[in-house]
């Protein structure tokens, strides 16, 4: 099975810049994304690593490392707007199917203050 | 923009009944997904659905619940006889062949099993 530690929450100020760890194991992996969650509404995509290293995507990179099963999102210049949930989620292959599937973290609830 | 659509939002049902929850992914979509998550909890896997089968269920993904592509737009998720503890937000998603790792997730269909 798929299990992924990531911190419940984290609070900082508007424009300060955050970091969610993610450290997962799991069979099958193929890469790791990150999703955001607002108020339990839909979880909207933000980003995804396959390879190890960073991935840049505005105010927002995701860094992946394979070999310590290890990966993080950062936010940067945070603005009230990203208060929300942050979930990493491994992406794997059931093993012969022509299909993968999303095992999420228990997400991490970032407040930002003014 | 294309979005995934669910309906209902809101259903209310008692213990027992059988509960039929609608998509409508993204028209050129081929990957299919149903996603729970239980209040203050994380989005848990069910099930993905590829080329009108199952590629894969997860645990919680029990003989009471079944899935269908009726026609060419609507993706179902059925369960059979409701439980208590089935009350959850689901979400359907869907992906395409070539980015499978971005899944689109709807908007969801809070599920109440009185």
């Known amino acids: 099975g798929q299990s992924l530690e990531q911190p419940s929450e984290v609070t900082a100020v508007e424009g300060a810049i955050v970091q969610i760890n993610c450290t997962y194991q799991?069979?099958?992996?193929?890469?790791l994304s990150w999703y955001q969650q607002h108020d339990g509404g839909a979880p909207t995509f933000l980003s995804y690593?396959?390879?190890?290293g960073l991935e840049e995507t505005g105010r927002f990179s995701s860094f992946l490392s394979r070999s310590d099963s290890y990966g993080y999102l950062l936010l940067q210049e945070l603005q009230m707007k990203d208060s929300a949930s942050y979930f990493c989620?491994?992406?794997?292959?059931?093993?012969?199917?022509?299909?993968?599937?999303?095992?999420f973290g228990a997400g991490t609830t970032v407040t930002v203050r003014a | 923009e294309p979005e995934v659509t669910q309906t209902p939002s809101h259903q209310v049902t008692q213990m027992g009944q059988e509960v039929i929850l609608r998509c409508v992914p993204i028209?050129?979509?081929?990957?299919f997904y149903w996603y729970r998550q239980i209040l203050g909890q994380k989005v848990e896997f069910l099930v993905s659905?590829?080329?009108?089968?199952?590629?894969?269920k997860s645990e919680i993904f029990d003989d009471q619940f079944s899935v269908e592509r009726p026609d060419g737009s609507n993706f179902t998720l059925k369960i059979r006889s409701t439980k208590l503890e089935d009350s959850a937000m689901y979400f359907c998603?869907?992906?395409?062949?070539?980015?499978?790792?971005?899944?689109?997730f709807g908007p969801g269909t809070r599920l109440t099993v009185t």
């Open positions: 989620a491994v992406r794997s292959n059931g093993g012969g199917t022509n299909d993968y599937k999303l095992s």
């Open positions: 799991t069979s099958g992996f193929y890469g």
């Open positions: 690593n396959a390879l190890d």
């Open positions: 028209s050129n979509h081929l990957y």
């Open positions: 659905f590829y080329n009108n089968e199952i590629s894969e």
């Open positions: 998603a869907s992906a395409t062949g070539e980015s499978s790792y971005e899944q689109y």
